[in-house]
């Protein structure tokens, strides 16, 4: 079993950038494929990013070029760098493990409590 804690939201400007980490205890995050999620406010929660156990991400297009996923199996952490943010950015953020590649919230067996992250016009 893992465990996950969101860290790092907050209020950013248009423009600006935040870096999310997501740590994991009770198992290495290189067990799994551990992803981002976003759910926004009515919204139902939405694919992000995702990084394979050996290493290859992928992305939802609504965030390709400005957001990275990456990895540090040494300290069990998973960080989300976030640039050039937008307004529609704004959401709660989840980190999700699972063992099956997926972009739908169904395939992640553990999930974390979520980080808020708003972004001002």
């Known amino acids: 079993q893992v465990q996950l804690v969101e860290s790092g939201g907050g209020l950013v400007q248009a423009g600006g950038s935040l870096r999310l980490s997501c740590a994991a205890s009770g198992r290495s995050v290189s067990n799994y494929i551990v992803a981002w999620f976003r759910q926004a406010s009515g919204k139902d929660r939405e694919f992000v990013a995702r990084?394979?156990?050996?290493?290859?991400?992928s992305y939802a297009d609504s965030v390709k070029g400005r957001f990275t996923i990456s990895r540090d199996s040494i300290k069990s952490t998973v960080d989300l760098q976030m640039d050039s943010l937008k307004p529609e950015d704004t959401a709660v953020y989840y980190c999700?493990?699972?063992?099956?590649?997926?972009?739908?919230?169904?395939?992640?067996?553990?999930w974390g409590r979520g980080t808020t992250v708003t972004v001002s016009s």
């Open positions: 999700a493990a699972g063992r099956v590649s997926s972009t739908e919230t169904d395939a992640y067996d553990h």
């Open positions: 990084i394979m156990r050996y290493g290859a991400t």
